[in-house]
């Protein structure tokens, strides 16, 4: 009877690890500019990406919300939180980040070029953070926060406000620019 059980426990363990929800850590510790080491974390649970950046005085914290459709990235050198809308179009799901993961570590086909965003954030604080839903307030909350608007490619050409990048992997080049992010 005592050996009956275990195969049975161990059978219900491994059943219930392969239908859970799973999170996919990534660390990039060769990636190129010089951005220090970077470590990727989703939570399929809650539908949230979150990506950090460690780079001493120029590291920051990205946010993404797919409940909510935003994505925040708090930027600890300048102590602000900067908000904007997620182009889903543009940035991965939470479903390809596993196969990104792949893709990096040389078992899937080659990467393509890293996409680019370029947003204009608005001088005003937010006032109501709760707007942007409980992972992103809880992230903004007790520093400066602003919303941040995608600037269409057209304009690139022609923006010459200072801006400040958040390259995320190999993925994803964000630029926020205006004046609560020049130096």
Known sequence: MKFTMIPIGLLGLFIASAF????????DDGNTAGSGQQTVSVNNEHNVANIDNNNGWNSWNTLWDYNTGFAATRLFVKKSCIVHKMKTDVMPSIQALDALVKEKKGKGPRKPSPKGL????NPNQVDDLNR????IAGMCQGIPTYVADEIPRANLFFYSEKCYSADILWILNISFCGSTVEN
């Open 118 to 121: 370029m947003y204009s954030v």
């Open 20 to 27: 859970a929800d799973y999170n996919i850590n990534i660390n």
């Open 132 to 135: 942007f839903g409980k992972n």
